[in-house]
T-cell receptor, first 115, second 111 residues
């Protein structure tokens, strides 16, 4: 597609439920990133995929968080047993390669609210 | 942990004035980027400056980089109401793959 697409755009879930967030990167972009942004704060790195290499999971805050990506296509971020502190906007970005010349393209994010 | 820290956290100026935001970082970088975010959703890439560059221009934007001080500044000249947004610096480490964002500067342009 023309841009990075994320779905759903908004998600309200009950505490304790599992949620799955989806990111469709730009076709051909080998690198894909997930970030979390709490209200009024900066972006917190979660996980990074680069081609078929092992993902960099160093930013995942707990074992309730996991992410998958098949090849260079869609990625899903799963949060199990959601807690209220998981409420945030989850942003996905993709790029052609590591340290690209033209920056990273972000999706519009998924706003997750845990009630 | 966050690599970049922006200063100031918030800035309010009159339309037509220049806005300057600063970013400091801690470790060596491959490049540094500035992004704008409207309404707390997707970020828009503004400009990228490599570690071997000292200054870069793009329209009304001017970015400087001082690797000896590990700092960068973003200057927006002749500000407009539409420039109201949050601005983030982001660093890509010299050997790392991920980009690390600062906490951002909230810029408000008064008409």
């Amino acid at each position: 597609g023309a841009g990075v697409s994320q779905s759903p755009s908004n998600k309200v879930t009950e505490k304790g439920k599992d949620v799955e967030l989806r990111c469709d990167p730009i076709s051909g972009h080998t690198a894909l990133y997930w970030y979390r942004q709490r209200l009024g704060q900066g972006l917190e790195f979660l996980i990074y995929f680069q081609g078929n290499s092992a993902p960099d999971k160093s930013g995942l805050p707990s074992d309730r968080f996991s992410a998958e990506r098949t090849g260079e296509s869609v990625s899903t971020l799963t949060i199990q047993r959601t807690q209220q502190e998981d409420s945030a906007v989850y942003l996905c970005a993709s790029s052609l390669a590591q340290a690209p010349t033209y920056g990273y393209t972000f999706g519009s994010g998924t706003r997750l609210t845990v009630v | 942990s966050q690599q970049g820290e922006e200063d100031p956290q918030a800035l309010s100026i009159q339309e037509g004035e220049n806005a300057t935001m600063n970013c400091s970082y801690k470790t060596s970088i491959n490049n540094l980027q500035w992004y704008r975010q409207n309404s707390g959703r997707g970020l828009v890439h503004l400009i990228l400056i490599r570690s071997n560059e000292r200054e870069k221009h793009s329209g009304r934007l001017r970015v400087t980089l001082d690797t000896s001080k590990k700092s960068s500044s973003l200057l927006i000249t002749a500000s407009r109401a539409a420039d109201t947004a949050s601005y983030f610096c982001a660093t890509v480490g010299s050997s790392a793959s991920k980009i690390i964002f600062g906490s951002g500067t909230r810029l408000s342009i008064r008409p």
